[in-house]
């Protein structure tokens, strides 16, 4: 599985082109870590630039790419807001732009720009992006770590 950088607009618009827009995906899985971390000995280890890495899982309901993995390096947002309890979170289509040096992935195409100050919907901002198929990854298996079930946390 060899990732796939963003550069360019044609990139993020060949990316939308062929997982379909996100239409009928959702996230499956988010995986975040930073670079401040406490060692061994309990000293305070870190980063001097943000450096804040999520990994995200979606899979959709279409082939040939039936899952990627997206990957934002030196995140300056993620909102993450879960569905309401009477809902699903299914996405029909993405909005995926550059915002000034970074770059805007939001799962819905009616939100603009100004979303960026709005915590009612998720989104994800970061400097540099990329993707991959997981085409592999279909179903409900955890991939990132093990659910509740498995950790004796249900």
């Not at 993450?80 to 009477?86: E, H, W």
Request: glycine share 6%.
């Amino acid at each position: 599985m060899e990732w796939n950088e963003l550069k360019t607009l044609d990139d993020a618009n060949e990316l939308l082109r062929r997982f379909g827009h996100f239409h009928d995906a959702c996230i499956r899985e988010l995986h975040v870590w930073t670079g401040h971390y406490v060692a061994e000995e309990l000293g305070m280890g870190f980063a001097l630039e943000s450096d804040t890495t999520v990994r995200m899982l979606v899979q959709r309901q279409a082939r040939p790419l039936s899952a990627i993995e997206l990957l934002f390096m030196g995140v300056t947002r993620l909102n993450l807001v879960p569905p309401k309890d009477d809902h699903v979170q299914i996405i029909f289509e993405a909005t995926l732009r550059r915002l000034e040096d970074e770059w805007l992935w939001i799962p819905d195409s009616d939100l603009k720009q100004s979303v960026v100050a709005d915590d009612t919907c998720t989104w994800v901002s970061a400097r540099r992006m990329l993707w991959r198929d997981a085409s592999d990854w279909m179903g409900e298996t955890l991939r990132y770590g093990p659910g509740p079930a498995e950790t004796g946390a249900s």
